[in-house]
């Protein structure tokens, strides 16, 4: 399936189209954005990579005795 949207990596909001296919996604520029014409940084086409990565935090952390330790969702908004 295919979905246009933007991109919210930069303050260019660039059309992207965004395609999936058996559980594969990409990226690309939407060549019918005027903004664009297609073209997109490389921050947006590296995007999934980032929102992809085995280093990215997924869930809330907090720093007990020097080391940052998993904590519920709950627990998290609480200390706010």
Do not use: Y
Not at 12 to 39: L, W, Y
Not at 41 to 66: F, H, N, V, Y
Request: some cysteine; overall charge negative.
């Amino acid at each position: 399936s295919t979905q246009f949207s933007f991109c919210r990596t930069c303050i260019g909001f660039c059309g992207v189209e965004i395609t999936s296919e058996e559980g594969e996604f990409k990226v690309a520029g939407d060549r019918s954005n005027p903004k664009n014409a297609g073209h997109i940084c490389d921050a947006a086409s590296t995007s999934l990579e980032r929102a992809q990565s085995a280093q990215r935090i997924a869930q809330p952390l907090k720093r007990e005795g020097g080391e940052l330790v998993p904590v519920s969702w709950e627990e998290a908004i609480a200390t706010i």
